[in-house]
């Protein structure tokens, strides 16, 4: 199946500062989508970027398709960015792998 | 709108007994995941259903059952537990399943433990 690795595994930022996560995918595919776990467990879509780039307010979100991988850029960080980000690839319609995420932390 | 809700939130078992995890969603979505994620992992998918009346195993789905009562409510069922079944159950919905551009949304999740 599709292998989906992500960078950094953990990444602690101060307030204010901006960040850039990676996620890496094995074979090509037709949808890539990002979401947010926060500190108490609670996942959240952000983004559906099979290809090109989105933006929603300070979050941003790019996928090189032909390079197989995706970026997800972080502005201005806030302490409530703080939680884990995954990237998911899909292998069958709907079914998806996930990555295993990028920790952050930010601090005030 | 409440969303996906999941019951219940925690339940601690002894090895051997059987649960059912309740999942529902009142989003009128078509398709309906079960996930696992353990500790440090990203989730694993255990079962979907594209439709009522339909079920179609994941990366894991030894050890657990599935059933896609109706549309609004997806049950995931463990006939015998083990400890490796200790992890964080989350149920997710999305509208059609068959497009590409598919939001899933998901519950809060049930912490299992099983001792």
């Known amino acids: 199946g599709i292998q989906v690795e992500q960078s950094p595994p953990d990444l602690i930022l101060q307030e204010g500062a901006n960040s850039t996560l990676r996620c890496n995918f094995s074979?090509?595919?037709?949808?890539l989508q990002w979401f947010h776990q926060n500190p108490w467990g609670q996942l959240i879509n952000l983004f559906y970027?099979?290809?090109g780039t989105k933006q929603n307010g300070r979050l941003s979100a790019t996928t090189v398709a032909t390079e197989r991988y995706s970026l997800l850029y972080i502005s201005s960080s806030q302490t409530t960015d703080s939680g884990v980000y995954f990237c998911?690839?899909?292998?069958?319609?709907?079914?998806?792998?996930f990555g295993s995420g990028t920790k952050l932390n930010v601090k005030p | 709108n409440a969303g996906v809700t999941q019951t219940p939130k925690f339940q601690v078992l002894k090895t051997g007994q059987s649960m059912t995890l309740q999942c529902a969603q009142d989003?009128?979505?078509?398709?309906m995941y079960w996930y696992r994620q353990d500790p440090g992992m990203g989730l694993r998918l255990i079962y979907y259903?594209?439709?009522?009346?339909?079920?179609d195993k994941g990366e894991v789905p030894n050890g657990y059952n599935v059933s896609r009562l109706n549309k609004r409510e997806f049950s995931l069922r463990l006939e015998s537990a083990a400890p490796s079944q200790t992890s964080v159950y989350f149920c997710?919905?999305?509208?059609?399943?068959?497009?590409?551009?598919?939001?899933?949304?998901f519950g809060p999740g049930t912490r299992l433990t099983v001792l």
């Open positions: 074979d090509s595919v037709n949808n």
């Open positions: 989003m009128n979505h078509n398709s």
């Open positions: 259903s594209a439709s009522e009346g339909t079920t």
């Open positions: 997710a919905s999305s509208l059609t399943g068959l497009f590409e551009a598919d939001t899933q949304y």
């Open positions: 998911a690839a899909p292998y069958n319609f709907n079914k998806f792998y």
């Open positions: 970027i099979p290809s």
